[in-house]
């Protein structure tokens, strides 16, 4: 039987507010553990929390951005669980009253656009963090640290619209380019500032109903949450092959073994015996701060891709690559301004320059080459100075140097040969070594015209000058 996968995602993305939800300890990651804790973020008895109106304007950004209606009362809830990283017993989160709900994000999928529901984005706070010592199972104690108790999050629970795991990943990488665009979140994966969640479930191809589903959590890169689903779709579909029935449940994706396995049984919205918070008051958003929140939003990643086609007169694809990140877009942009030639500053990046990023698995703002340097490089191109070939030769060392490419070239001497002399010299030698072919080609055979250009670029290590090479060598061979 074939089957379709059926993907919703919840992200949970950290908010970069100075201070944290309820109270003014520091956000700062990677402090002493228990040095930003205070008496409301740790839950002592008689502390009251405090809304931070920051964080409600980063969630109504993004509310915005991704087309959702900013509802005008929201309810903060308490949702009750045991937990060695929650103090409170309770963690502070919208419920039934989400700030933003209806929204969507675009995706391009193989060149087609495609729209995810937004169901709600909701604000809460974060939990703290647990370490142990060695593996969960095997360690004789555990750590916890309150740092990141209370943290503003975001949560945005897309439908059950995602078929794919890479259709996962465009929409996960969209999200991410969204926030970072509205710089609310810093998107880092590693650091658990995005953290993503899936709901996955899979029915009989042209089954209207789903089936029973399966969240998978810990994944904790672009690639794991791919590898997660493709693993976790396979599995679903081997247990209904077997006869047998998917149990609904949360899943914990093991990235050293490449599996999921199962952590417990899921739990339903009443487990958590959600009320209101009776410390908070309902939060009241009115028109006017709304409409001013609007005005201020940036360009977002759709607009900036609109823009790049109509100014720039590149392809749609390029510019939806190139705006994938704001910092890859602020590179692009940077290069052009230096060097006024879009589409080969496009080309390279598209080509060389991201070949090289995703082998190293690096971000654009890891990038080792400057715009600067980059738009060097073009402008020796563009001048003849170095062949196009060369160039890439030049890339890859200033890739891996750092360097400038004036350096390099005249440090390797990869100077193009435009003297027409010394070409002629080449041509020569190549037609002293090789007399039979030069008779078959006056004979009629003109495919060798090839063979001796690659011969006269031999000799010249690939620098001469390839129009030179094929002026000249014409007249020659004619002889
Ligand atoms: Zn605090």
Redesign the pocket.
Known sequence: MEYEPVIGLEVHAQLLTGS?IF???STAFGEEPNTL??P??TGQPGSLPVLNRKAVEYAIKLGLATSCRITPYSIFARKNYFYPDLPKGYQISMYERPLAVDGVIEVAIENQKKKIKIIRIHMEEDAGKLKHGETLETAAFSYVDFNRT?VPLVEIVSGPDIRSPEEAGDYLRKLRAILQYLEICTGNMEEGSFRCDANVSVRPKGQKELGTRAEVKNMNSFKHVEKALEYEIKRQIAVLDGGEKIVQETRLWDANEGITVSMRGKEEAHDYRYFPDPDLVPLKIDEGWVDEIRKSLPELPGEKKDRFVRQYQIPEYDAEILTSTKAMANYYEECVRLLPEPKTVSNWMMGDLLKELKRDEREIDQCPVTPRHLSEMLSMVKAGTISGKIAKDVFEEMYQTGERPETIVKEKGWNQILDEGEIERAISKAMETNPKQVEDYRNGKDKLFGFFVGEVMKQTQGKANPKLVNDILKKKLKG
Request: proline letters at 0%; glycine letters at 22%.
């Open positions: 944290k109270c003014g300890c804790t205070c409301v973020c209370g």
